[in-house]
């Protein structure tokens, strides 16, 4: 068992994007809806990672988030509106 704090990456819809750490080795969900601001919804990529992002932020009309659409892009998700603060968590961080 690894003792490696679980970490993601935290895409903010301001362009801002940095390194958040978690408590544990997991991403717990409270923590994870901390971060997006709600209840998640979770988006597979192809490289064993996943991007959480509010569930109801269209719904509560959030700003739109470039910087994880151009992420998202990368993954073939070329018509998916982002918004609100979202986070890129690896898979090995989810129970």
Known sequence: MSSKLANCQVLEASGSVTKHYFK??????KEMQDLVGGNIELLSLDNNKVMVVNEN???????L?????????????TEFPVVGDVIVVSKEFFD
Do not use: P, S, V
């Open 57 to 63: 932020g269209l719904n509560e009309q959030l700003n």
């Open 65 to 77: 988030n470039k910087a994880a659409m151009m992420y998202l892009y990368d993954f073939g998700y």
């Open 24 to 29: 544990g080795t997991k991403a717990t969900l």
